[in-house]
């Protein structure tokens, strides 16, 4: 229960879902652990940080390190969705999703990104989607943001390997988070049944027919920011119970 130990880790989305469950998670294993997000974490010493807002970005980093004089693990799971089609796409609905779920990780990278470069240490985890290669119809523009994030993540590795800071993208599937709920709800009215029935449905296409718990997802990041994956950078590691696993193949 120490992979963590000695290490300064910032979370931003760390309200709720997977971002919660990783604050939990590092703080178990050793980590010193400051969670950001809107609304605020549940966690004593959280911050206020809204990802779009670049000023509340830096001042969570500079806060973090007044705190604890560096950050050793970044971990990135802020995230909205909004479903869309690509012929109806609301430009608003595509900014959104873009500022958030892209241009919110460019922007936490880019100001924890000098100090890790400065010690040559470093390990950032992205939470990206199994959308970014598997987009339904329906997720155009959360598909496409996630997919950057991907494209982001591998870049960053590209660029700063040799210079001690791994980074990793995470692609979840379907996690039973508050995000998820409100998708099964819009399933729900899309399909013309109730919520349940959504439900049923979607894990009906999942190899281990269920849904992710967020503790689960944590534990995929603990690996990727921890030493026992200190060979692994630029990977997009995908986490969606065999979603992808042709339905065919398993009867459904």
């Known amino acids: 229960m120490n992979a963590l130990a000695g290490k300064v880790a910032l979370v931003c989305g760390a309200a709720t879902g997977i971002g919660a469950a990783v604050v939990q998670r590092f703080a178990a294993e050793g980590a010193a ?3 950001c997000g809107v609304p605020m974490p549940p966690f004593e010493g ?11 970005v830096r001042a969570a980093v500079a806060a973090t390190l007044e705190r604890h004089g ?3 693990v ?6 909205v969705i909004v479903n869309d089609d690509a012929a109806e796409i609301d430009d608003a609905v595509w900014s959104r999703q873009h500022e958030i779920n892209l241009a919110g990780t460019m922007r936490t990278m880019r ?5 890790m470069l400065e010690r040559r240490s470093g390990a950032v985890v992205n939470i990206a989607s199994v959308a970014a290669f598997n987009a339904g119809a ?9 997919a950057g994030v991907v494209a982001l993540t591998r870049s960053a590795a590209q660029a700063y390997g040799a210079r001690g800071v791994r980074v990793n993208a995470l692609c979840p599937g379907w996690v039973d988070t508050p995000m998820a709920a409100r ?6 009215r899309e399909l013309g049944v109730d919520e349940a ?3 049923e449905r979607t894990v009906a296409r999942i190899a281990l027919a269920r849904m992710a718990r967020p503790e689960e997802m944590a534990a995929a990041c603990l690996f990727l920011a921890s030493d026992e994956a200190s060979f692994i950078t630029g990977t997009a590691l995908v986490a969606d119970g065999g979603a992808r696993v042709a339905a065919a193949a398993r009867g459904v």
Do not use: F, H, W
């Not at 959280?46 to 509340?56: E, I, S």
């Not at 100001?111 to 100090?115: D, K, S, T």
């Not at 329906?138 to 996630?146: I, L, V």
């Open 33 to 35: 652990v400051v969670a």
């Open 46 to 56: 959280a911050l206020a940080c809204d990802v779009t807002d670049d000023a509340q």
């Open 70 to 72: 560096r950050i050793d």
């Open 74 to 79: 970044l971990v990135n799971a802020a995230g």
């Open 111 to 115: 100001a924890v990104l000098p100090g």
């Open 138 to 146: 329906g997720s155009a523009s959360y598909a496409a943001s996630k």
């Open 183 to 188: 998708e099964m709800q819009d399933l729900a």
């Open 197 to 199: 029935q959504a439900r």
